[in-house]
C-alpha cells in the first residue's frame, strides 16, 4: 500500500514540524519485526446510519440485478471500532451505539484482556481523536483498574490530517465496500455482517503491504519537514 498516493489534498501547504514528528514515530513503529509479545495493533471507528426495507427487496433475475425500493426507514446510526494486527493477518470489528469515551474504554478493555491477554504491551496506533486517549479509561473504570489498562498500553497517534498512516483505515475502507454496502436495519444485524466480514478476511490471512518508508516521507512529503541550511 502507498498511501501516499491519497489524501494528500488536506496536507499543510508549508513546514509542519508536528505532522513530520508523528509521522515518522508511526513509520517506524511499522517497521518493527513481529514480536507476539509486543503486537503492533491498529485502530479506528467509524459511524454508520441503520436503514431497514420498507418492502422486500426483489430478487435478482437474470440480466437484472436485486431491486431495492428507494425509501427505507431509519433506524439510528451505530459507531464501529475496528482492530487489526498487519503482520498477522488479523481484524477485528465490535459494535456500539454511541463513540464516547465509555465506548472506547470498553473497547480498549476487549482488546487487553480477551485478545491479547499474554501480551507484555500492546503498541497501539490510532489517531488523535479526543476520546483516544488513556483518559477514556480512568472516566470509565476505577483507577486501579484503568491503570492496570493503560499500562499495557503503548500508544502511538497518527498525524492530525494524517489518518491515512493508520492502517485500520485501509481496513475500514475494505469493510465500507465489502460489506456496508447494504441497508442494514438494526445493531444485531450490524454485528453480524461485520463478524461475518472479518472472519472471512481473516481466514484469508490478509496481511497488509505497507511499503511507505521514513525515506518515502523524507522524500516524498519533503515540504512538511522545516529547511536547513547545508
Not at 454511541?98 to 478493555?109: M, N, S, V
Not at 478476511?201 to 505497507?210: A, E, G
Request: proline share 9%; aromatic share 8%; glycine share 2%.
Amino acid at each position: 500500500m502507498k498511501p501516499w498516493l491519497v489524501e494528500q489534498w488536506c496536507l499543510a501547504p508549508t513546514a509542519d514540524p508536528a505532522f513530520a514528528w508523528h509521522m515518522e514515530d508511526v513509520v517506524a513503529v511499522y517497521e518493527r519485526p513481529f514480536d507476539p509479545q509486543r503486537p503492533v495493533v491498529c485502530l479506528d471507528e467509524t459511524s454508520q446510519q441503520l436503514l431497514g426495507e420498507v418492502r422486500p427487496p426483489l430478487p435478482p433475475a437474470p440480466a437484472k440485478p436485486a431491486r431495492h425500493d428507494p425509501e427505507y426507514v431509519r433506524g439510528g446510526v451505530a459507531n464501529l471500532f475496528l482492530v487489526t494486527e498487519p503482520l498477522r493477518g488479523w481484524r477485528h470489528v465490535s459494535v456500539s451505539d454511541q463513540r464516547t469515551r465509555l465506548d472506547f474504554a470498553g473497547c480498549i478493555k476487549d482488546l487487553v484482556d480477551v485478545h491479547y491477554p499474554d501480551a507484555d504491551r500492546i503498541v497501539l496506533v490510532l489517531d488523535q481523536l479526543n476520546t483516544h486517549s488513556p483518559a477514556s479509561l480512568y472516566a470509565a473504570f476505577p483507577p486501579a483498574e484503568a491503570k492496570r489498562l493503560a499500562d499495557k498500553l503503548e500508544i502511538h497517534h497518527t498525524p492530525k490530517h494524517g489518518s491515512w498512516l493508520n492502517m485500520a483505515e485501509l481496513e475500514l475502507s475494505a469493510l465500507q465496500r465489502q460489506c456496508l454496502r447494504q441497508r442494514l436495519p438494526d445493531r444485531e444485524a450490524m454485528e453480524r455482517e461485520v463478524t461475518a466480514w472479518a472472519d472471512r478476511r481473516n481466514d484469508q490471512t490478509r496481511r497488509i503491504d505497507w511499503q511507505f518508508t521514513t525515506a518515502d516521507a523524507r522524500t516524498k512529503l519533503r515540504r512538511l519537514y522545516p529547511a536547513f541550511e547545508a
